[in-house]
């Protein structure tokens, strides 16, 4: 679905990469929202405002683009409560197998391949060129970071961050809050909360 407009809640670097994704996806009006905003503060000719003025005008949608997934999840419950439409975005150069099914509030960036009959969950980061592979599914407010790989049929909790260039292999379970470090290569399942680092992956001793 192409919308009119949309609000991009947060001007991080995660909410310019939503920008440019909206932009090549044809949305011609956007507005960043972030209570943090500079007077003057723009990108892409399009200028940052400190509050969100709801309702919508028609046509439009809001799109959390934070990186942190608690504070996603957040911006995703307010959108919730308040019927603020909640947009989904793919890029165009992603692949969806069939029978894939990607929630509310999604974003699938640049060259993103997501297999036959995975599933998406509400407000997850899916980041330029990761692979999803068939049959698994990705929690909500989950980030695939770039480049990262989670092979066929695994199960990935919520709020789990997969750093850059992670490799999860197949079949694998990871926990809800679990981090993994760019680079890992994770190769049982992760049952507990923590953060995972190293090939094979183990867990970081503070
Ligand atoms: C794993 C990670 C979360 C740890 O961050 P942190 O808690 O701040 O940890 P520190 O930087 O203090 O590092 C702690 C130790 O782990 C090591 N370490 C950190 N990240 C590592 C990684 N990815 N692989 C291997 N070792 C790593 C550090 O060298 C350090 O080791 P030392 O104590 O022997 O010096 C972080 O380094 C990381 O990989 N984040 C992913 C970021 C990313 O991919 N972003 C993509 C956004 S699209």
């Known amino acids: 679905m192409i919308y009119d ?32 905003a500079r007077p003057g503060e723009h990108f892409a000719g399009f200028v940052v405002v400190k509050d969100l003025e709801y309702p919508l005008p028609s046509g439009w949608a809001a799109f959390p683009a934070l990186g942190d997934s608690v504070r996603r999840q957040h911006l995703v419950q307010f959108a919730l409560r308040n019927n603020i439409p909640l947009a989904t975005l793919i890029a165009k150069s992603a692949y ?17 391949s997501v297999g036959p009959a995975t599933r ?26 770039v480049n990262a790989t989670v092979a066929g049929r695994c199960q990935i909790g919520n709020n789990v961050m997969i750093g850059a260039g992670a490799v999860i292999i197949d079949g694998i379970h990871i926990a809800d809050g679990v981090i ?11 049952d507990e909360a923590g953060v995972y680092v190293g090939v094979p992956a183990k867990c970081l001793n503070r």
């Open 120 to 145: 998406l969950g509400i407000g997850c980061i899916i980041n330029t060129s990761a692979v999803v592979d068939h049959e698994s599914v990705i929690g909500e407010y989950t980030h695939v970071s």
């Open 5 to 36: 407009g949309l609000a991009i809640l947060g001007f991080g670097g995660h909410a310019r990469s939503v920008a440019d994704v909206a932009l090549e996806l044809g949305i011609r009006s956007l507005r960043f929202i972030d209570e943090n």
């Open 96 to 112: 969806i197998g069939r029978e894939a099914t990607v929630a509310k509030g999604v974003f699938i960036g640049n060259n993103v």
């Open 180 to 190: 993994v470090g760019a680079g890992a290569v994770v190769v049982h399942d992760i």
